[in-house]
């Protein structure tokens, strides 16, 4: 393989760690809602719930967009120079 080939693999590879690792908290939250959504839960739990919620579909999410331009910004320059 040629020097822009492994490069390219790294760049497809790193977007694809950054998106499962960004995105794979919504579905296990998701679990975690069904499973206690009979317990009844204190004002405090509620309240770390609601915290990891805004982590996990908000914060994440718009981090996964934003990486992507990253990573694409740092691969840029050796692909410029060629």
Known sequence: M????????????????????STVWFPIYTIYLTITSNISKTTNRLAIEGFIRYLALQ????????????????????????
């Not at 914060?59 to 060629?82: D, G, M, T, V, W």
């Open 2 to 21: 040629q020097k822009r080939d492994i490069q390219l693999m790294t760049i497809v590879i790193s977007e694809v760690v950054i998106y499962l690792v």
């Open 59 to 82: 914060f994440l999410i718009f981090i996964n967009s934003c990486s992507i331009f990253y990573i694409h910004l740092l691969a840029s320059k050796p692909f410029r120079q060629e």
